[in-house]
């Protein structure tokens, strides 16, 4: 079993790093696991997230982003992208 967390393996697991993510997609893709299970942070997804991030127009994003929060959206939507890749 393999868990992949930034608390476990720092940044070799920061599934938000265009090359690490591939990493891993080349390995899910290769067989190399018989299961995987993805949990990306939905707080940002959520309508109780205050500032407001997303709405049903917006998925991604609204837009524009509040400077402050876009490296967070930012993290949020690759980790999201991850997932769904991984799962294909």
Known sequence: MLEVDIKVGGRLHDLSIAVV???FLRRIAA???CIV???PPCCSFSVAHVPKLRNSSEARGIQPVPAEWSAYLR???SLA???ARAVA
Request: glycine letters at 14%; aromatic letters at 20%.
């Open 21 to 23: 993510a591939l990493g």
């Open 31 to 33: 067989g190399e696991f």
């Open 37 to 39: 299970f993805a949990a």
């Open 75 to 77: 993290k949020h939507n």
């Open 81 to 83: 992208d991850f997932a």
